[in-house]
Structure formats: structure tokens, C-alpha cells
């Protein structure tokens, strides 16, 4: 069956780094897009870009173009997300979720999801 | 604030139906773009309920639809249970964003 796994939690400091990383079983890693999508403690869900398992390109929202990075390892079928320059306000829940491709252009949903990595950001 | 703008909370009892709205603009449902539902029950990842406007997958209960008309798009849960109180989101494409964008998420209270 399908699995998204991801690493534990996170403490890290403001201006620090932090890596997530998502560990695939179930199909064919290449074949789909790994999307990834934040939640701060009671807020909203925020989608931040995505990785194409198969090409490595990226797409990232503008709001982090300058401090995301998404990159991913075939050989482990894991994809990971760096968020660098850490501010308090990115405490939140990371989440990386399988995208299904059902037509043209932008039809995608996101039908497989990881179980969620806190990152908490803190002096 | 939400590019999709969702009720924050809604409510009903046991066996009636609800809908939670979804509006959005010219850049994104108003576009023609797809607009998917999302389920976030306390403390989990989100679910896939609708996609594709009114598709649902397999597993999901008949009693949610998915609906979209114009720069708005509705789901609607027929048959209330106490297990379907949770968030839902609803997502889709922005074309000024050049990026997906979710709604703020509503509270459905099953009372």
C-alpha cells in the first residue's frame, strides 16, 4: 500500500536550518509529484511548492522562493524539503503529500499524505 | 487571509445536511480551475473527500458532494454523523499566484 513516512519532530533555533524528509513505499516513486504543505498550530493549511520525483525540478510558492529548497534521492525514494532562515512563525506542522495526476495542466489532487513533522522554531 | 474564503464554522445535527462554501476569484475557480475538498479530523493529516469539483474516491460516503458554479464551489454533507466533525479545506490553482492555494478551513460541529 501506499506509505508516506516522515522524520520526527524538530527544535530548532531562529536563523537555523531545518531538513524534512519524506520516505515513499507502495508505487512507483517517479511517477508522481511530492507536494508539500504547512499547518501552524491552529491555522490553516499552506500549500509551499513541489518536487518532480523523476526531473528534480521544482516549483516553490513565491512566498518561499528565497529560503526553500526541494531536492530528492531516487536510490531511497525520499523527498525532503529544507526551509532555511528559520522565524518563529514557521513553527508548524510540515506535511508532504503524493500528487494524482488526472487530466491536463493543473489537475492534480493530493491523495496520499505523510503523517506530519513538527518543526518548532525557538530561542 | 485566504485567497479561497471559507465560513469558519458550521453546524448542524445529526442527520441534517450542511454546506460549506468556498469562494474564490477570477484568477483561480473563476478561472475553470478544479477545486478539491480536503477532511482534517483532530490531530491527523488531511483526507482526499472531493477532487476534480465533484468527484468523489473510493472509500467516501455518498452523503459528501462536491459542486462549482462560476468563482465558487460548495460541498455539501447529507446525513450528519458525529464522525464527520472535523476541519475542511477546500483547494485549488491560482494563476496570479502561479501556485495551489487552500481556503482558511471551516469547523464543521456535528451538535
Known amino acids: 500500500q501506499v506509505q508516506l513516512v516522515q522524520s520526527g519532530a524538530e527544535v530548532k533555533k531562529p536563523g537555523a536550518s531545518v531538513k524534512v524528509s519524506c520516505k515513499t513505499s507502495?508505487?512507483?516513486?517517479?511517477?508522481?509529484?511530492i507536494h508539500w504543505v504547512r499547518q501552524a498550530p491552529g491555522q490553516g493549511l499552506e500549500w509551499m511548492g513541489w518536487?518532480?520525483?523523476?526531473?528534480?525540478?521544482?516549483i516553490y510558492a513565491q512566498k518561499f522562493q528565497d529560503c526553500i529548497t526541494m531536492t530528492r534521492d531516487t536510490a531511497i525514494r525520499t523527498a525532503y524539503m529544507e526551509l532555511s532562515r528559520l522565524r518563529s512563525d514557521d513553527t508548524a506542522v510540515y506535511y508532504c503529500?503524493?500528487?494524482?495526476?488526472?487530466?491536463?495542466?493543473?489537475?492534480?489532487?493530493?491523495?496520499?499524505w505523510g503523517q506530519g513533522t513538527l518543526v518548532t522554531v525557538s530561542s | 487571509q485566504s485567497v479561497l474564503t471559507q465560513p469558519p464554522s458550521v453546524s448542524g445535527a445529526p442527520g441534517q445536511r450542511v454546506t460549506i462554501s468556498c469562494t474564490g476569484s477570477?484568477?483561480?475557480?473563476?478561472?475553470?480551475?478544479?477545486v478539491h475538498w480536503y477532511q482534517q479530523l483532530p490531530g491527523t493529516a488531511p483526507k482526499l473527500l472531493i477532487y476534480?469539483?465533484?468527484n468523489r474516491p473510493s472509500g467516501v460516503p455518498d452523503r459528501f458532494s462536491g459542486s462549482k458554479s462560476g468563482t465558487s464551489a460548495s460541498l455539501a454533507i447529507t446525513g450528519l454523523q458525529a464522525e464527520d466533525e472535523a476541519d475542511y479545506y477546500c483547494?485549488?490553482?491560482?494563476?496570479?499566484?502561479?501556485?495551489?492555494?487552500f481556503g482558511g478551513g471551516t469547523k464543521l460541529t456535528v451538535l
Open positions: 503529500a503524493r500528487a494524482y495526476y488526472y487530466g491536463s495542466g493543473t489537475k492534480y489532487f493530493l491523495d496520499y
Open positions: 476534480g469539483n465533484n
Open positions: 507502495g508505487y512507483t516513486f517517479t511517477g508522481y509529484f
Open positions: 483547494q485549488s490553482y491560482d494563476n496570479s499566484l502561479s501556485g495551489w492555494v
Open positions: 477570477s484568477s483561480n475557480i473563476g478561472a475553470g480551475y478544479d
Open positions: 518536487v518532480n520525483p523523476n526531473s528534480g525540478d521544482t
